[in-house]
T-cell receptor, first 117, second 111 residues
Framework: DTGVSQDPRHKITKRGQNVTFRCDPISEHNRLYWYRQTLGQGPEFLTYFQNEAQLEKSRLLSDRFSAERPKGSFSTLEIQRTEQGDSAMYLC???????????????FGAGSRLTVL | DQQVKQNSPSLSVQEGRISILNCDYTNSMFDYFLWYKKYPAEGPTFLISISSIKDKNEDGRFTVFLNKSAKHLSLHIVPSQPGDSAVYFCAAMEYGNKLVFGAGTILRVKS
């Protein structure tokens, strides 16, 4: 297992276009998280899935953002009608939820950097 | 509403000396705390954690201390090495759900 994979690593788009990011988690992990990070800030929670169910969405996640995890494996994060304020690093993480805290440590991917012109 | 705060944006330490990174939190429901390290162009990497039932956890050169009454935790790195230069994020978890991160502290270890 090569860890959490994210694609593309960098996306440049024009304002108003739609973009989609993909995340492939560690195969045995049942939880998948999306975070957003801007310069000088820590990662901010967007949403997370347990298997295919989306359990929580942040109020940061406007209706232009949608995330899916159709078969409980990979996930996609789509941003419609992008705005310059969407420019950020989008981080995906996965974990194995269990009764043990140690197993719920999040493993992050390298991120997908979005630049909206 | 910042629930996890890292008030020092940066820290510079001489190689071989101790690095102390601090973190404060406001949510008393947090019950698990983690430190992540991040290099440029990479995602955050898990470093060390501590549950709220403990006040200290040690892993090699890294020790995390938790003071629940003060809602404060700290990460000690002894001895500091140039390869430790990175951004360090403090994070907290409530009931095994999502992590809430601080803004990070840039650590520079000078050789």
């Amino acid at each position: 297992d090569t860890g959490v994979s994210q694609d593309p690593r960098h996306k440049i788009t024009k304002r108003g276009q739609n973009v989609t990011f993909r995340c492939d988690p560690i195969s045995e992990h049942n939880r998948l998280y999306w975070y957003r990070q801007t310069l000088g800030q820590g990662p901010e929670f967007l949403t997370y899935f347990q298997n295919e169910a989306q359990l929580e969405k942040s109020r940061l996640l406007s209706d232009r953002f949608s995330a899916e995890r159709p078969k409980g494996s990979f996930s996609t994060l789509e941003i419609q009608r992008t705005e310059q304020g969407d420019s950020a690093m989008y981080l995906c993480a996965s974990s194995l939820s269990s009764g043990s805290y140690g197993a719920n440590v999040l493993t992050f991917g390298a991120g997908s950097r979005l630049t909206v012109l | 509403d910042q629930q996890v705060k890292q008030n020092s944006p940066s820290l510079s330490v001489q190689e071989g000396r101790i690095s102390i990174l601090n973190c404060d939190y406001t949510n008393s429901m947090f019950d698990y705390f983690l430190w992540y390290k991040k290099y440029p162009a990479e995602g955050p990497t898990f470093l060390i954690s501590i549950s709220s039932i403990k006040d200290k956890n040690e892993d090699g050169r890294f020790t995390v201390f938790l003071n629940k009454s003060a809602k404060h935790l700290s990460l000690h790195i002894v001895p500091s090495q140039p390869g430790d230069s990175a951004v360090y994020f403090c994070a907290a978890m409530e009931y095994g759900n999502k992590l809430v991160f601080g803004a990070g502290t840039i650590l520079r270890v000078k050789s």
